[in-house]
């Protein structure tokens, strides 16, 4: 009777690793902590099924089980240590990301305003919702927008991107075989908001339920992989998928970082992995920013060995972090300071999203918050509230340009703020107002711009409206006129001169 009783307890044993399974999903690999939990709780039942209740522990099977327990935890405990920076895993934690030697501000482009965010998250929901809400009823009442809005730069233009998903199980098993309508995109240059038809629908959805669920099927797919944060993307023809990390650490659960990446069709599931030196261009969010500052950290916090009592030389991420555009990638901003200050900044670096290339410049300035501060004190009448700034190129020059909030958290105004002064301020409705503000001169425009070669047959100057303007006729026949303000060249321009420009229209908005 008893044996019978076990055999039952035993196939209850199984159901219960089975559910236990099923539920957490942990990954099947000796690097993840989870898969030691996981365990652990399935060998507990079956010591208690096991344990000689009648002899107590001094019974050799129970000694057997308290050695095996407690050689467990001791290895448990030694794996939960080895690889901490203080035994062995100094330089799994110092040397996941590679700080260059300092570069310039001019190795970032001249300010364009298509390489940021104008329009934050806030505002990027806001307009997202607003075109859904136009979908009629029949799609507002059974699905809802994702809270994701990833950053994505489409086409060498950036955008906040989220899915169309499922509002509830009950909704999921009534639209299944439909998957949810399309995706959102949202300019975050000018705020232009497109809904994104997907005849097929999206069915592998963070919120699906069962072989539906992202994070489901990713499992099964990979029942080894450690997976980190899954984002929504488009490739350059706008086709949707979904990005997911997939993670290595040192020992168990030490020093996280990505080895690849799997990218999944939402419509039909195919996936496919990529280590990271083989990610599609398209791909940007191959690294999380969170994942990035906590890389740096490590490095500057461990940069001097493990006893530096004194900070020597340590350095951190400030607080936060923004996006920018550049070479048609998406770079994360964010600025180091000095573990002994926090009045100022050190330098500050640019990031990569995809393969994890550091732009690092050194140089002292306006820590971020001191700069949001003095942008805030331009309009403290209006009681503007500033936002995390991104560190812009102006003239050669470091400049933070933040959005300025009202209470209600819409952008109402913009600034630019210097990083080495930050008492010069710029403030205005519109980025070019602000921007004009700050230096005196229109903002370059080069989006929509293409480039041109050409040889100066002719060019002469007239001022217009005190303003100083270049006419220019090409050998090729054609005409560009443009404002000293864009470049100090300009007054010794000669005939035979040879130039590539930016040109819009019959403008010229840039000479490189």
Avoid at 11 to 31: G, K, R
Avoid at 86 to 101: D, E, F, Q, T, W
Avoid at 225 to 238: N, Q
Avoid at 365 to 378: F, I, K, L, T
Wanted: hydrophobic share 40%.
């Amino acid at each position: 009777m008893m044996n019978k009783i076990k055999k039952y307890l035993y196939v209850a044993i199984v159901v219960w690793a089975i559910v236990l399974y099923l539920m957490f999903l942990p990954a099947i690999n000796l690097h993840s902590l989870g898969f030691w939990v996981y365990l652990l709780f399935c060998f507990v039942p079956f010591v208690l099924i096991n344990f000689d209740y009648r002899n107590g522990p001094n019974s050799l099977k129970n000694k057997t089980f308290i050695t095996i327990g407690i050689v467990v935890i001791v290895v448990i405990m030694l794996a939960g240590s080895i690889g901490s920076p203080y035994l062995g895993g100094l330089n799994a934690y110092r040397n996941r990301i590679n700080i260059p030697k300092s570069s310039e501000i001019s190795d970032i482009e001249e300010f364009d305003k298509t390489q940021v965010q104008i329009v934050d998250k806030a505002i990027a929901m806001s307009l997202a919702d607003r075109v859904f809400g136009e979908m009629g009823a029949d799609i507002v009442s059974q699905y809802d927008i994702s809270n994701s809005y990833s950053s994505a730069v489409v086409n060498n233009r950036m955008y906040r991107l989220t899915p169309v998903e499922f509002s509830s199980t009950i909704k999921w098993i009534m639209t299944r075989s439909n998957g949810t309508p399309g995706y959102i995109s949202v300019d975050v240059t000018d705020g232009n908001t497109v809904f994104h038809d997907v005849d097929a629908g999206l069915r592998y959805m963070p919120n699906a339920c069962l072989f539906d669920n992202l994070t489901f099927h990713l499992r099964i797919k990979y029942p080894t992989f450690i997976f980190g944060d899954s984002k929504f993307e488009v490739d350059d023809e706008w086709n949707p998928y979904w990005v997911s990390e997939v993670m290595s650490y040192h020992f168990i659960d030490k020093a996280p970082d990505v080895k690849g990446v799997v990218i999944t069709n939402p419509i039909n599931g195919d996936c496919q992995y990529y280590d990271v030196k083989d990610v599609p261009t398209w791909v940007d969010n191959v690294y999380d920013a969170p994942l990035i500052c906590e890389q740096y950290n490590s490095y500057g916090h461990y940069v001097n060995g493990l006893f530096n009592f004194s900070q020597k030389g340590e350095t951190a991420t400030t607080n936060d972090y923004a996006y920018l555009q550049k070479d048609g990638h998406l770079w994360m901003y964010t600025g180091i300071t000095s573990l002994g200050s926090d009045e100022s900044n050190v330098g500050f670096i640019y990031v990569d999203m995809q393969d994890k290339e550091v732009i690092y410049i050194v140089s002292a300035g306006a820590e971020e918050y001191s700069a949001r501060a003095s942008a805030e004190g331009a309009v403290q009448e209006k009681r503007y509230t500033a936002v995390f700034p991104t560190m812009v190129n102006i003239d050669n020059e470091p400049v933070y340009f933040m959005g300025l909030k009202d209470d209600a958290g819409l952008i109402k105004a913009y600034a630019f703020v210097s990083y080495k002064n930050y008492q010069k301020v710029g403030v205005g409705d519109s980025v070019d107002e602000a921007y004009k503000n700050y230096t005196g001169k229109n903002v370059i425009d080069v989006d929509n711009s293409i480039e041109a070669s050409f040889t100066i047959k002719d060019i002469a100057q007239a001022v217009v409206e005190g303003n100083s303007i270049f006419f220019i006729e090409t050998e090729q026949g054609d005409y560009y006129h443009c404002s000293i303000d864009i470049s100090n060249k300009l007054p010794f321009l000669k005939i035979g001169d040879k130039l590539t420009c930016l040109v819009k229209d019959d403008m010229i908005v840039e000479i490189k």
